[in-house]
């Protein structure tokens, strides 16, 4: 039995049932690390040695019957959330050689449910990218076709995953970067309501659209993973006090009595026509299991990527301020005052995305800008919040469209027009500009690969998400497809 294959469910019942132990499993795990990272580059730093002595601990809590249900479960995570001892980079020359002295809080979670750190997956740089080909160290390759892009900026989360390289992975997704790639690969991709889970531990990048979020082989998976990190953080002031449900109670083969909403212009001008053509066929299927499907407006969609980029750069420019080269960040110890040192150590620790954001978000926040840019996107990011806020009030339940408006691109094809790139995450953006729970599914090909679709909830049903496309999973094949068995 190839154990890597394996889903969080399918292993947990091995493992309970003494049929394998943790240690079998990861071993088999980073066997696929090995074996198969140089084709896909999912990883900027393995843990193998931790992760062993991780299993063996599991093993011994197994024995013990002291276990639940990500108890000796292989985990990847993205390098922007904080790991105690272990490198942590954020994609970035900037914080190259930073190891933090810290668990980000969903890492000691996972840990305490006795979860097994395999290793940190590739990213674009402080998550600021759609394709991860923006890593400062290298680009990370689609298991579907290793000359095309995985998605991102999680793009290492979602290749180690479809790649079998890991069981389960933890991205961050603050324009989409949770669900874009999920749907490029052709995983399951859940972010969270904003709130829902820590951000305790998660490098900023944009404060006020961050969310940690799960990638897995199924929903099954998803759902248990939520169960262990959506809960209340004391340590993150953003953390919601909110009752955190069973999520894999949600999970039902019917959809009876769901209100399904789809957005008229999602299907506009920009949406490839065989990412349409299977969307529009998962929408069918959706109606065949009981649910019923209304048509809403979202008036205010063309102003989605301008409002998103505006945001997002404006908080990027603050957060990023503290890496002057002093106190944070990369170190030039040629430099002959501050303001020296801090040039030096921008110019060379961050790439070129991220300054092309930095400075679009300095601008946005500058003095006679800051109204005309800043100010006027946060009024119409509540403009779109009223949107769907409006859709949810006529009695819909999800919305539901595509993930992404073309299957995954190939490597250097979108990378030198940023406005190509941004326009990747069209759909997805709304979900972060909202706070509202949003899950990417497979639901489809075209092309030979990946189509996702992508279904939106009011804020704090992940349960009622999860639902909607655990009935679509369970009556179709996609999530079972995987590339071949050579990668």
């Not at 603050?174 to 874009?180: A, E, H, I």
């Not at 005309?372 to 919040?385: D, E, F, G």
Request: glycine share 10%; with cysteine; net charge negative.
């Amino acid at each position: 039995m190839s154990l890597y294959r394996l889903t969080v469910h399918e292993a947990h019942d091995l493992l309970r049932r003494r049929e394998i132990s943790s240690l079998e499993l990861t071993e088999s795990v980073l066997r696929k690390i090995e074996e198969c990272d140089q084709g896909i580059r999912a990883y900027i730093t393995s843990t193998a040695d931790i992760a062993l002595d991780h299993a063996k601990q599991a093993d011994e809590r197994i024995a013990a019957n002291d276990m639940g249900p990500l108890t000796g479960i292989p985990m990847a995570v993205k390098d922007n959330i904080c790991t105690k001892g272990v490198p942590t980079t954020c994609g970035s020359r900037m914080l190259e050689n930073f190891i933090p002295p810290y668990d980000a809080t969903v890492v000691e979670r996972l840990r305490e449910e006795g979860a097994v750190l395999v290793g940190k997956s590739n990213m674009d740089e402080f998550a600021m990218g759609s394709s991860t080909e923006h890593s400062a160290f290298f680009p990370t390759l689609n298991p579907w076709d290793t000359s095309r892009v995985p998605g991102g900026s999680s793009g290492g989360s979602a290749a180690s995953v479809l790649g079998n390289e890991t069981i389960f992975a933890l991205g961050s997704d603050t324009g989409g970067s949770v669900r874009q790639p999920a749907g490029l690969c052709g995983v399951v991709g859940l972010k969270p309501t904003y709130g829902r889970v820590s951000r305790y531990g998660l490098i900023a990048f944009a404060s006020s659209l961050d969310q940690i979020g799960a990638l897995t082989k199924d929903v099954t998976d998803c759902a248990l993973v939520m169960n262990a990190i959506g809960f209340r953080d004391p340590l993150d002031s953003t953390s919601v006090d909110e009752p955190t449900p069973d999520y894999t109670s949600y999970l039902k083969e019917d959809l009876g009595g769901i209100v399904v909403g789809v957005p008229a212009e999602y299907f506009a001008e920009g949406l490839d026509p065989g990412v349409e053509k299977r969307v529009r066929s998962a929408i069918e299927k959706l109606v065949e299991l009981g649910a019923e499907v209304r048509e809403i407006s979202f008036p205010h969609e063309r102003y989605l990527v301008a409002t998103y980029f505006l945001t997002s750069s404006a908080e990027a420019s603050a957060n990023l301020a503290r890496y002057d080269g002093l106190k944070y960040g990369l170190f030039a110890p040629d430099a002959r005052s501050i303001l020296e040192a801090q040039s030096k150590a921008r110019g060379r620790g961050f790439g070129t995305e991220v300054k092309r954001r930095i400075m679009l978000g300095t601008y946005a926040l500058s003095s006679g800008y800051y109204d005309a840019y800043y100010l006027n996107a946060q009024k119409v990011r509540t403009l779109i919040k009223e949107d769907l806020d409006r859709a949810f009030r006529a009695g819909v339940d999800v919305v539901a469209g595509p993930t992404s408006p073309v299957v995954a691109f190939g490597i250097g094809e979108k990378v030198d027009d940023p406005l190509e790139m941004y326009l990747a995450d069209l759909y997805t953006i709304p979900a972060n500009l909202a706070g509202l729970p949003c899950v990417s599914i497979p639901c489809g090909f075209s092309d030979g690969l990946p189509v996702g679709l992508q279904i939106m909830g009011r804020p704090f049903a992940e349960g009622t998400v999860l639902g909607v496309a655990y009935a679509f999973e369970q009556n179709t094949d996609f999530h079972l497809r995987r590339p071949p068995t050579s990668l």
